[in-house]
């Protein structure tokens, strides 16, 4: 019988394989990671990049410590029972090293590949349900409005179910994950009072959580290069896909007006106020750095996710580990 995964530890770093690093670099930029002693590796999946499964796996059997993320694998690209066989076997293979994310997908991908629903909050409340049932070796539910998998069992099952978290945004699809789902996977920018705000979204259940946060990061003696280096990652806060995420920002107000005078979200990001950029990201010094993980830590998160900022990913692994409490 599939044992739950242990409740999660707080206080674990990761950091994200960004979806643009050469793929030369892709195998030595995970060992790199473990051998630096950080807990996680989380890969993305973004329309035309490279499959989150496939880079799981080869990052899971190039390691043999790291847990290794996937955030997220949309909901309406992939049948649920595929998916679970897909995940099940991961997490045979490396037991107890996986966790798996899903969500809606961003919308214009999911549109241009024939995969957006008519009503992504049924779906993904449909498939996390299921997902999580099929992973544990338990029957798949009663059919719903998309998805079908009524009766389907997975005779190869893990010894230790890996947690399921949904990457989504927005009220009603986090209370989704506090019903269905094992936790968040906050994308970024995810400042200590959005975190909070999210929490408060899962309402009362009681199953152990995983809360993933994904920031922009960078470390550097010289804080202004730090925050220089960030401020690019930031461009997109002002989209209105980021809405959900600024809205418990004290200066939110602030921030939207100064997205809206300014020419375009380059200049937008250059000019945004340091204690801005300090806030949404995870930029300065290493004691500084090391502040913001903890903030985001005591708001609530399990794990804090560093995507590195800047134009060579593999060199900055070197610098952001400075943030590690065995490196001060």
Not at 197 to 216: C, H, K, M, Q, W
Not at 243 to 254: D, G, S, T
């Amino acid at each position: 019988m599939s044992e739950p995964h242990a409740h999660p530890s707080r206080g674990r770093v990761g950091v994200m394989l960004p979806r643009d690093l050469p793929v030369r670099d892709v195998l030595p930029f995970a060992r790199r990671a473990e051998e630096l002693g950080f807990d996680q590796v989380w890969v993305v999946e973004d329309l035309g990049r490279r499959g989150g499964v496939a880079q799981a796996a080869t990052v899971l059997a190039s390691t043999s410590r790291l847990t290794v993320g996937i955030g997220i694998m949309p909901a309406g690209a992939r049948n649920v029972g595929f998916a679970a066989m897909e995940l099940a076997t991961l997490a045979q293979l490396h037991p107890g090293r996986l966790i798996a994310g899903i969500g809606h997908g961003m919308p214009d991908w999911m549109r241009q590949a024939g995969s957006w629903p008519a009503g992504p909050l049924t779906l993904i409340k449909e498939y996390a349900q299921a997902l999580r049932l099929l992973i544990a070796g338990k029957p798949g539910p009663a059919n719903g409005r998309y998805v079908r998998c009524e009766g389907v069992v997975l005779t190869e099952v893990p010894d230790v179910v890996p947690p399921v978290v949904l990457g989504v945004r927005g009220p009603k699809s986090q209370a989704v994950a506090g019903e269905f789902a094992d936790g968040l996977l906050l994308a970024e920018p995810a400042a200590p009072a959005y975190i909070t705000a999210s929490l408060d979204n899962l309402g009362s259940a009681t199953n152990p959580r995983e809360i993933v946060t994904y920031d922009a990061a960078a470390v550097d003696d010289d804080e202004e290069a730090a925050l220089a280096r960030v401020r690019t990652a930031l461009e997109v806060v002002g989209e209105p896909e980021w809405a959900a995420h600024i809205a418990p920002l004290p200066f939110a107000e602030e921030l939207r007006a100064h997205r809206e005078a300014g020419p375009d979200a380059r200049q937008f990001a250059r000019t945004m106020p340091a204690a801005w950029v300090r806030e949404l990201s995870i930029a300065g010094t290493p004691a500084q750095a090391r502040a913001a993980i903890d903030a985001r830590h005591a708001a609530g998160a399990t794990s804090v996710v560093l995507a590195p900022a800047g134009p060579d990913a593999l060199s900055a692994l070197d610098s952001l580990v400075r943030v590690l409490p065995h490196r001060h």
